[in-house]
Each structure stands twice: as structure tokens, then as C-alpha cells.
């Protein structure tokens, strides 16, 4: 990341951070990541998605960090792309996770594209597409019946 601006890499870093409480159940340093504004989006590793911060992406998060009880996630950079103003990460997300009411902790792995946008001199998360890893499918996988 050496091309890339000082507070970007702050806000990465903050984001990696925050993503290791939201694994404990604490949704608080994470939603200081995000921006809160109405374009705010999430495509989630339980499926679904939502668009607003007040409408629908806070309650989604908070929903999503209800379910893990405890774990650390390590991140694999793929990609790093950074415009002026917004800026994506490529990554997968390696867990040690345990959901809540469960007594065992789990393997995770996430494929996660997080966009970050300039916001009055601060670096945002304003979008959040996870799913898990797979090995590659046939085309006839996403069919839907």
C-alpha cells in the first residue's frame, strides 16, 4: 500500500480492526467506519441486501453482529483500487468465528469488496459486498427455481 494515502490506510486499518469486535458481537467501532448517509449499501454474507444508513444498513449490521459471539478474522488483499475520492478493497476474509449460542468456534471465509468514499476529509465505508468463498461452480449453480 505504498502508494496509497496516509488516511485511507488509517481508515483500512480502523475498518480491519472494527471487523475483529463486530466478530465479538460489538457493532459500535464499526458503525464509526461506515458513512451514514442515505446511499449506504450492503450486499451480506447471510444473503440479502439494503440501501440507507437510518432505514436499513445500521439495523442490518447490528442485526449481523448479533450472530457472532466471538473470533478473529485475518484479511488477504487481492486488489486495491484509489481514485481521489473513492477507493475499493478486493479481499478475503479468514475467520476463526463463533456464532452466538454455539459453543465451538467455526472456520469462516468471505469474499468482500468494501468501497470507501472521501467524506469531509475522512475516508467511509459506503459499501459492503460479502459472500462465502466457494471453489468455482458450474453456470447452472445460480439458477433459480
Known amino acids: 500500500m505504498a502508494s496509497v494515502p496516509d488516511a485511507l490506510k488509517q481508515a483500512i486499518e480502523q475498518h480491519h ?15 464509526e467506519t461506515c458513512s451514514h448517509r442515505d446511499d449506504v449499501t450492503i450486499i451480506g454474507g447471510w444473503g440479502g441486501y439494503e440501501r440507507g444508513w437510518i432505514d436499513q444498513v445500521e439495523k442490518r449490521y447490528e442485526w449481523a453482529a448479533a450472530r457472532f459471539a466471538g473470533g478473529e478474522v485475518h484479511f488477504e488483499n487481492i486488489s486495491l483500487v484509489v481514485t481521489p475520492e ?7 476474509e479468514r475467520s476463526h468465528a463463533r456464532l452466538s449460542g454455539e459453543k465451538d468456534f467455526v472456520p469462516m471465509a468471505l469474499r468482500v469488496t468494501t468501497i470507501y468514499r472521501l467524506e469531509d476529509g475522512q475516508w467511509k465505508v459506503v459499501h459492503r459486498h460479502a459472500d462465502p468463498l466457494l471453489t468455482v461452480q458450474p453456470a447452472a449453480s445460480a439458477i433459480q427455481r
Open 17 to 31: 480492526s472494527a471487523t475483529n469486535e463486530f466478530l465479538k458481537g460489538n457493532v459500535l467501532p464499526w458503525k
Open 86 to 92: 473513492l477507493a475499493y478493497s478486493v479481499d478475503i
